[in-house]
């Protein structure tokens, strides 16, 4: 399930230009104690293995450790003053080389690339070497990493990503304990103001987020989240794999790659300590739409497309008929039904190519609005000009064939938030200035739906009409 970031690092590495990382080695117990731990929660204990510098950001690799829980592995980037949001990014499958675990070195040794490859799934539960199926794997080095947070780095966000290491085996519990892990360190941290918390997953991570944000003390429970492609409901993928594949019509070999692909998911969720059946109404119970009901207090806006192929958005769209009122929604409509036989395993969030930067800038601009405090006079969010063209121009195609559009003029209202300004990540080369982000939005609108809309009155008119008729 894991997306496929390594343009996204290209990219911001390449066209921002920053320096390479500067490493000082240290192994030591960190300065940044809690600060407000509840003793009946338990305290956490957090090993400073590591720290550098990316660009004007500092960061420490840290270990924590608490009791209950596996050791939980963090990036942290402190913001720079201030009582200032956190932001919590899980990473669910980067493969780290600073923990100091054997584990992840003997796994590093097996590649050194960000680009995921598939292995054997030696530590993954039950493993048995004639019927368990690959994993993919891929390298996430401290600079990669933190190429992905720059855009909260750039507003003085204080992130902490957490890598949930799947390919070290544990169940589907242990990765939303780390995630709770990590959310409580953050809230815990100087300069951070806990009751501004985000926190952000696609995929497995997705289901991290929204999971966690559910269970989550109040104390440290986030005020905003975004969940691209989430499993969001367990049972229902399990479902997929013993059930609705096998009776869709589609024919055995694609039945049996479609298996293949989830039983080291299904090992680890089987693996938990809710002993989960293989199909059971019953042992889903805390994992599964219905416990979030009455659970999940945290806004969410949730990313999906119609064609994704391994998270069928019919979960996403159950999930945002079951709490209305927590789930925001952008759905990459297409005007034909998904082809499971001919599809590839994907998402399908970064084709065509402009998807990967527009959902970004859609989940920038959701968080940042709403975790930075009202009196934040003006805030960056990256885009980039041209795909935000085709970006717009595939909400006019679809528009066109009959889809719903009102979700998408929701996300672009978030762009016109007055305090925006957006950023163009390849500005050096292709010369396009720094712009407010709800002038941005109506220049595009008066482009292409031929009205005479401008920043001022561009949101305003969204709210009311919704994008323009066609």
Request: charged fraction near 15%; glycine fraction near 6%; charge should be neutral.
């Amino acid at each position: 399930m894991p997306l496929r970031r390594r343009n996204l690092f290209a990219l911001i590495i390449l066209t921002l230009g920053f320096p390479l990382l500067v490493f000082t080695n240290a192994c030591q117990e960190s300065s940044m104690a809690p600060e407000n731990t509840d003793a009946s929660d338990g305290e956490i204990t957090v090993q400073e293995l590591s720290s550098g510098t990316y660009s004007i950001w500092s960061y420490k690799l840290l270990k924590l450790s608490k009791s209950g829980y596996d050791d939980t592995y963090v990036q942290y980037f402190p913001p720079t003053s201030g009582a200032r949001p956190g932001l919590l990014y899980t990473m669910p499958y980067g493969g780290i080389t600073w923990s100091q675990n054997t584990l992840d070195n003997t796994w590093a040794a097996r590649t050194s690339s960000s680009t995921p490859a598939f292995f054997s799934d030696l530590n993954g539960p039950n493993y048995n070497a004639s019927t368990s199926k690959q994993i993919s794997y891929y390298r996430v080095t401290p600079d990669l990493g933190s190429a992905l947070v720059i855009p909260y780095l750039m507003n003085n966000v204080g992130v902490a990503i957490s890598y949930g290491r799947f390919y070290s085996g544990g169940s589907i519990e242990n990765d939303l304990k780390d995630t709770l892990l990590a959310l409580e360190f953050l809230s815990q941290q100087t300069n951070i103001d806990s009751t501004r918390l985000g926190i952000y997953g696609a995929s497995l991570g997705g289901f991290q987020a929204i999971y966690a944000a559910a269970a989550a003390n109040a104390r440290y429970r986030p005020l905003a989240g975004v969940a691209q492609s989430p499993l969001s409901d367990v049972e229902k993928f399990v479902r997929n794999d013993k059930e609705t594949f096998p009776a869709s019509g589609l024919s055995a070999g694609k039945v049996a790659t479609y298996h293949d692909f989830y039983e080291p998911y299904i090992r680890r969720i089987l693996q938990t300590a809710l002993t989960l059946p293989s199909v059971s109404t019953a042992g889903y119970t805390n994992i599964k739409q219905s416990f979030l009901v009455n659970k999940l207090k945290t806004p969410f806006l949730v990313i999906h497309d119609e064609w994704d192929s391994i998270i069928p958005i019919s979960h996403s769209q159950s999930l945002g008929s079951l709490v209305p009122s927590m789930i925001s929604k952008f759905w990459y409509t297409q005007t034909t039904a998904i082809n499971l036989e001919a599809s590839s395993f994907t998402h399908n969030l970064d084709n065509p190519a402009w998807k990967t930067w527009a959902t970004n800038m859609l989940a920038e601009s959701y968080l940042l609005g709403r975790i930075l405090p009202a009196s934040t006079v003006s805030y960056y969010v990256y885009y980039s000009y041209s795909d935000m063209d085709d970006f717009m121009i595939s909400l006019y195609t679809q528009q066109g064939a009959g889809k719903n559009m009102a979700a998408a003029a929701e996300r672009l209202m978030d762009l016109c938030d007055s305090r925006i300004i957006l950023v163009d990540y390849n500005s050096a080369s292709n010369g396009i200035p720094n712009a407010a982000g709800r002038d941005v939005v109506a220049a595009f609108l008066n482009s292409y739906w031929n009205t005479s809309l401008t920043g001022v009155n561009v949101k305003s008119y969204l709210q009311a009409n919704g994008l323009p008729p066609h």
